[in-house]
């Protein structure tokens, strides 16, 4: 039978945009595979957001070149910004790949695999198996049996801001607004196939207009939050610039949406957001933080750093920690800049890399002191959270995640995918806490967030303790 095994690399565009690819594949009669070497179409979605995820991409491509030397029938695909920017490049670097697909090309990817499968019948049972999903996990987790729990849609691609640092508007193009009627066509058809978290996608995407309509960005989250069946409901990324006091108030009013906020900050320096064209000051970013504190207090903020972008004093570096000292961040994704081939920012004079390293050390210290304080807070309650598969670290634990995005991972308590699938809103007392996130003690499992919980028994070592 002819499989698919998808690898993914970079933000939630990318993995909203494997699950499409995943989507179309078993529709067209493809099965998930978990093993490179056992699948007929290899897919590498890539990312060009760092000099380290187009190395490890590219190292991926010369990987799969044995496979295909093995078993010359199967086919290779990249597709994703990097093959967006290095389209020509690719075909010296990597001759073996079959396919590039650009990050508008994700339709025709799809026809491609169909075509690629010669005995595709376009019957009830094909289109039965794209609404089952697949099963069976996979390296990136795009398919496996906890993965459509969470369903993201993308509502925007592309990005018109030009942050001197950033690829993306180069490689994904423009602003390009989905209609409000697709975007709700396909929530539906997500919570139809089980989906408890839904995550609106975009680059900007609390940018987002509707092109039919003229609807903004918080009355989508209101639209899409009143669709029968949904149960919970996110969003990244936003940009500073956008968040307005009425997208604060519907966070706090809307109670499907998740208490939590990613707001990239990226420096707390204003001539270093001036050098990176992010389009705001400290201080408007920290009116609009404020709108949040003042209408969704209970809302976690999140963000991301840049250190050592070009130009960046020790003093722009100080105004940074000061300012993740205050906001007291519940996660920060924090880098040392890396330059971007085709960027403004490549061309200027680099801080050396030593520098980046330790001011990346010292911001990690001064960030991990928040979010510990956080999670501090969440020890001897009881939360909900829902599961994301077994634990990377111990497949005897499950790990899942709490409406602020906390990881926490319980022993597993013997219950078998099919129970915890069924009823997959855990229910956990949380112990201990640390960095990464909770440890704590399974007491039941709820098919609905807000639906009563079926009780758990302690694991079978806590019982014979008791004896
Ligand atoms: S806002 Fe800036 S960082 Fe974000 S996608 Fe657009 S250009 Fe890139």
């Known amino acids: 039978m002819a499989s698919i095994y998808i690898e993914t690399f970079g933000c939630q565009m990318n993995e909203a945009d494997s699950r499409y690819i995943a989507d179309r594949a078993t529709a067209s009669g493809y099965e998930i595979a978990t093993d490179p070497a056992l699948a007929s179409v290899v897919v590498l979605n890539t990312c060009t957001v760092r000099d380290n995820a187009e190395r490890r991409a590219y190292g991926r491509m010369s990987h799969f070149k044995a496979l295909k030397t093995a078993d010359p029938a199967m086919k290779i695909v990249v597709c994703g910004c990097l093959a967006e920017q290095d389209r020509d490049r690719m075909q010296t670097l990597a001759p073996h790949v079959d396919a590039v697909f650009g990050t508008s090309d994700l339709v025709r990817l799809g026809d491609a695999l169909a075509a690629w499968r010669p005995d595709f019948v376009d019957d009830e049972a094909s289109e039965a198996r794209a609404l089952l999903r697949p099963l069976g996990g996979a390296a990136d987790c795009v398919t496996d049996g906890y993965s459509h729990l969470r369903a993201f849609v993308t509502v925007q691609r592309g990005c018109s801001y030009y942050c001197t640092f950033c690829i993306v508007p180069h490689v994904r193009g423009r602003f390009d607004?989905?209609?409000?009627?697709?975007?709700?066509?396909?929530?539906?058809?997500?919570?139809?196939?089980?989906?408890?978290?839904?995550t609106l996608v975009g680059q900007t995407v609390n940018a987002y207009r509707d092109p039919a309509g003229g609807a903004d960005?918080?009355?989508?989250?209101?639209?899409?939050?009143?669709?029968?069946?949904?149960?919970?409901?996110?969003?990244?990324?936003?940009?500073?610039?956008?968040?307005?006091?009425?997208?604060?108030?519907?966070?706090?009013?809307?109670?499907?949406?998740?208490?939590?906020?990613?707001?990239?900050?990226?420096?707390?320096s204003d001539a270093l957001l001036r050098r990176m064209n992010r389009k705001y000051t400290i201080a408007q970013y920290e009116e609009k933080v404020g709108w949040l504190r003042e209408h969704a207090p209970d809302c976690v903020l999140t963000t991301d750093l840049i250190v050592a972008f070009p130009g960046e004093s020790e003093a722009d570096f100080e105004a940074t920690l000061e300012l993740c000292g205050r906001m007291g961040f519940a996660q920060a994704f924090m880098f040392v800049y890396s330059p971007r081939r085709g960027t403004p920012a490549a061309l200027w004079e680099q801080i050396p890399?030593?520098?980046?390293?330790?001011?990346?050390?010292?911001?990690?210290?001064?960030?991990?002191?928040?979010i510990r304080a956080l999670h501090r807070t969440k020890t001897g309650s009881v939360v909900r959270a829902l599961v994301q598969g077994p634990s990377r670290k111990d497949p005897a634990k499950l790990a899942a995640k709490t409406l602020e995005n906390?990881?926490?991972?319980?022993?597993?308590?013997?219950?078998r995918e099919d129970e915890v699938v069924a009823r997959p809103w855990?229910?956990?007392?949380?112990?201990?806490?640390?960095?990464?996130?909770?440890?704590?003690?399974?007491?039941?499992?709820?098919?609905h967030f807000d639906g009563p919980a079926r009780p758990v028994a302690g694991p079978a070592y806590d019982l014979l303790a008791l004896r």
């Open 177 to 198: 607004h989905r209609p409000m009627g697709e975007i709700l066509a396909e929530v539906r058809s997500a919570i139809a196939a089980g989906a408890r978290e839904l």
């Open 217 to 268: 960005f918080a009355d989508l989250l209101e639209t899409v939050a009143a669709l029968p069946g949904l149960e919970r409901l996110t969003f990244v990324t936003s940009h500073p610039k956008d968040f307005t006091e009425k997208l604060a108030r519907t966070l706090g009013a809307v109670p499907q949406l998740n208490p939590r906020l990613h707001l990239p900050v990226q420096s707390g």
């Open 353 to 370: 890399p030593e520098v980046g390293g330790e001011r990346l050390r010292r911001l990690a210290q001064t960030v991990d002191r928040g």
């Open 406 to 415: 906390i990881t926490v991972v319980v022993p597993d308590a013997g219950l």
């Open 426 to 447: 855990l229910e956990v007392r949380v112990d201990e806490a640390f960095t990464w996130g909770c440890t704590g003690t399974l007491t039941g499992i709820a098919e």
